[in-house]
Nanobody, 127 residues
């Protein structure tokens, strides 16, 4: 059974950085597309970034463009989300999700297609 565990969240000041990790067990990260999502208090979950099996295929939501960098290390079975210049509006629970994905598939997986989800890691940014 595939499991995802996020880590790296915390309480930080505005303008600083955090790097979130998403460790996959029970399978090989190489077979999966990874999505990062977040949910702020009282708001719906939203997509932050996607990375397909090829690390060259990356998507960022407008909220993270220019500040966030997604990456994957298949050898370590871990995906990452580097978040720079964090702002109070980035405060949320951050989740990673995985879906088994064809390497040649060119579309982005919809949120409903992600099969496995982590438990989330909390990010709080103070002003």
């Amino acid at each position: 059974q595939v499991q995802l565990v996020e880590s790296g969240g915390g309480l930080v000041q505005s303008g600083t950085s955090l790097k979130l990790s998403c460790a996959l067990s029970g399978g090989s990260l190489d077979s999966y597309a990874i999505g990062w999502f977040r949910q702020a208090p009282g708001k719906e979950r939203e997509a932050v970034s996607y990375i397909r099996r090829s690390a060259r295929n990356i998507f960022y939501a407008d909220s993270g463009k220019g500040r966030f960098t997604v990456s994957r290390d298949n050898a370590k079975n871990t995906a990452y989300l580097q978040m720079n210049n964090l702002q109070p509006e980035d405060t949320a629970d951050y989740f990673c999700a995985a879906v088994r994905w064809n390497f040649s598939e060119t579309r982005w997986a919809g949120e409903h297609e992600y099969t496995y989800w982590g438990q989330g890691t909390q990010v709080t940014v103070s002003s």
